[in-house]
C-alpha cells in the first residue's frame, strides 16, 4: 500500500526557528532559499540534489507556496538581499572585524 502525503503537511513555520518564516516542514529550510534558487533559474529538479534530506516533492511544495504567497515571499528574499549587502558593505569598511 502507498502512503499518501497530504500536500499541506509539507510546509510549516515555527517561530523558534528562522523567525517563523514558511519553510520545509521538519527542516530549517526556507521556502524563501528555494524560490531564490527558482528565481535564479534552477528546475526543482535541480534545486533537490544540492539538499539531499528534501525530497523532490518538498522541493515542489515550497515553490507551490512561493507561488501562492509570492508577494511575501519576495519581501522576504529582498529583506535578506538587503541584510547581506549590508554586511558586505560592513566588511569592506572594517576587513579584520575590530
Not at 33 to 48: C, V
Not at 66 to 72: C, F
Request: proline share 5%; net charge negative.
Amino acid at each position: 500500500m502507498t502512503t499518501v502525503v497530504e500536500i499541506g503537511t509539507l510546509n510549516d513555520r515555527d517561530t523558534a526557528i528562522r523567525g517563523g518564516r514558511p519553510k520545509v516542514a521538519g527542516t530549517g529550510l526556507t521556502v524563501s532559499r528555494i524560490a531564490g534558487w527558482y528565481e535564479m533559474g534552477m528546475s526543482p529538479e535541480g534545486i533537490a540534489p544540492e539538499y539531499p534530506h528534501l525530497s523532490l516533492a518538498q522541493v515542489h511544495a515550497a515553490l507551490a507556496y512561493y507561488h501562492a504567497n509570492r508577494d511575501s515571499i519576495d519581501a522576504d528574499l529582498a529583506q535578506e538581499e538587503a541584510a547581506a549587502a549590508e554586511w558586505e558593505c560592513r566588511l569592506a569598511r572594517n576587513p579584520n572585524g575590530a
